[in-house]
């Protein structure tokens, strides 16, 4: 019988991951399909039961549901637990296992496509969320100079600096937008859901270093608003299509022990858009 896994948002129509999670089945000659489930707002954890009842094998987790998946989840891989975060369920007999594959998603998409090393760099990190929870080990990991994480709600941010701040070497801070006037960066990372819903953040125009790259984990066929912003200012830009290929990838080697080649399914997507 052919094994089922989903993503599960809201909203969810616009995710290319039963695209990507098909190619990867083709490649590595894997019997499954990848469906698509919207969930209401207040009705996450009924969609994830109702799928699983359904013979689901395991889903993603998309905005805005990743914080709500990590309370779900009755056992915890240790990058799930440290990000606080999850976007990666898999069903088995003993319950919910949640994971988090988007740090490693990233990571990947900026240092082997990109080629952007991250060490020593100072690195702005965009919203407090499930996204950026779930990348932020991750960037410690690569051991930038500084990571500042910028969110209107500055409280957030500083909740995720006061979680992380005595791991790593890395000088880590928060801040509210209007205090990032006046600083610049090597990596500026769009993790709110401001590209999603097409909206500009409110950005000071001096952020960017000389060799900047600005990065959206958002994608499309054209500019986010972010990328727009940052490309009039001279930055280097990317969305994140290649994170989610990545994050794809480490998500079905985590269900099939199976790690796909993400190279190729990448330039077909980028094609396909």
Known sequence: MTDRYAVIGNPVAHSRSPEVHAAFARETGQDLEYLRVLAERNGFARSVEAFRRDGGCGANVTVPFKEEAHQLA???????????????LSFGQDGIHGDNTDGIGLVR??????????????????GAGGAARGALQALLGQKPATLIIANRTVARATDLVSKFGDATNTRLASAGFPSLAGRRFNLVINATAASLAG???????????ADALAYDMMYGRADTPFMAFARA?????????????????ESFFVWRGIRPAAGPVLEALRRAL
């Not at 240790?78 to 975060?85: E, K, L, N, T």
């Not at 240092?111 to 990190?125: E, I, K, N, P, Y």
């Not at 953040?201 to 270093?209: E, K, M, N, Q």
């Open 74 to 88: 009755d056992t915890l891989s240790d990058r799930a637990r440290s990000a606080g975060a999850v976007n990666t």
């Open 199 to 209: 909206e500009a953040l409110s950005l000071p125009d001096d952020l960017f270093a």
């Open 233 to 249: 200012r001279g930055a280097m830009v990317s969305d994140g299509l290649g994170m989610l290929v990545e994050q794809a990838a």
């Open 109 to 126: 998409d900026l240092t082997a496509r990109l080629g952007f090393d991250l060490a020593r760099r100072d690195v702005l990190l965009l």
